[in-house]
């Protein structure tokens, strides 16, 4: 065995949506704040995060979270969220996995029924109660970032779809969310491909136009890489969705960060009050119950603050290494 790099990584998945922990193998990366740090490795470590979410260690819809020392005395762990999209500047399902393996694995003291992990994204910090039974971390309730609605009933053309309008809100990324059938598509998963296209000519048109959104307190957080088709029936008590990812996948989980830009959608239409429950289902049908706990702004504009409860498993521990020979150093995808 020859390795050049070796990757220590503790495997999960988030209600069916996989996050690949990476324990060690990094050292700490450079940046004084975790924002900093993502900016750091987008342009100077890529190639690491695609030899490990690409083929043949990952696969075309592969998502991970990396650890590193907190860059902020009220946090415990630092992460960058890491996918075959690139690296997320929060990401719901990733942190549920990364709070389930930090309690599984004892690398955070546990404390029962509830230990609180305080976590440091390039977003903002994310607070973590973890419902722990005998050692098991059995559900997550994630304090997300505070997330806002950018706008309502937007209009855009959409290169051979024609007139779209849609609503566009934060939660940790950009979302634009809109009802599938604006495209003439049924909610069924045997027209997955249809309404992927779908999705990603929406993505491509918004971020074309001079509404592609950028984060009004961190311009490095921008465009719309996520687009969140809502079944018919979809109301603001539940929710079911098919949220199509950049450059071409689904999310198999509700959607952390859809769910909370769902929420401060729904709140700004009036429709969802602080602290009503909301339950949001994926693609695959899987669950999120959120809840909007309080008002706040950004930069001025009127925002809320989500929390996500779902739950994740531990799959497998592995090494992911490099040999020097490997003719596919920064991995493939086909
Ligand atoms: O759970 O926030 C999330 C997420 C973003 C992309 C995939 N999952």
């Not at 994204?121 to 098991?136: I, Q, R, S, W, Y």
């Not at 045997?190 to 136009?209: F, Q, V, Y």
């Not at 959608?265 to 706990?293: M, P």
Request: net charge negative; with cysteine; proline share 7%.
């Amino acid at each position: 065995m020859r390795t050049r790099h070796v990757f220590h990584a503790v495997d999960s998945h988030t209600e069916g949506m996989p996050t690949r922990v990476i324990t060690g193998g990094f050292g700490t990366i450079p940046g004084a704040t975790m924002a900093e740090r993502r900016v750091h490795f987008q342009q100077h470590l890529d190639e690491f995060r695609t030899l490990l979410m690409y083929e043949p260690r990952g696969h075309a819809a592969m998502s991970g979270a990396i650890l590193q020392p907190p860059t902020r005395p009220d946090a415990d762990f630092g992460v960058l969220y890491i996918e075959v999209s690139g690296l997320l500047p929060m990401c719901g399902h990733g942190t549920i996995g990364v709070a389930t393996v930090l309690v599984e694995t004892g690398m955070v003291p546990v404390v029962e029924p509830v230990t609180t992990i305080r976590l440091d994204t390039p977003a903002g910090l994310v607070v973590v109660d973890v419902k722990v039974e005998n050692g098991a971390a059995v559900g997550v309730t994630l304090r997300n970032v505070p997330s806002y609605s950018v706008a309502l009933d937007r209009r855009i053309e959409v290169p051979g779809y024609g007139t779209v309008t849609y609503d566009l809100a934060y939660g940790g990324n950009y979302y634009a969310i809109l009802p599938l059938e604006q495209f003439g598509l049924p909610f069924e998963r045997e027209r997955k491909d249809d309404i992927l296209a779908a999705g990603l000519a929406m993505m491509d048109a918004i971020n074309a136009s001079d509404d592609r959104p950028v984060h009004p307190e961190n311009p490095s957080i921008h465009s719309c890489h996520h687009v969140q088709l809502l079944a018919p029936g979809s109301d603001a008590k539940h929710s079911r969705h098919a949220m199509a990812i950049h450059p071409g996948w689904f999310d198999r989980s509700p959607c952390g960060t859809g769910t909370s830009a769902r929420m401060a959608q729904l709140h700004a239409r009036g429709e969802l009050a602080i602290g009503d429950e909301f339950r949001n289902d994926s693609f695959i049908g899987t669950t999120f119950t959120g809840r909007l706990v309080e008002e706040t702004t950004v930069a001025g504009l009127p925002a809320v603050v989500p929390t996500v409860t779902g739950r994740a498993w531990v799959t497998g521990t592995a090494q992911y290494f490099l040999d020097p020979t490997d003719p596919f150093p920064a991995g493939f995808l086909l």
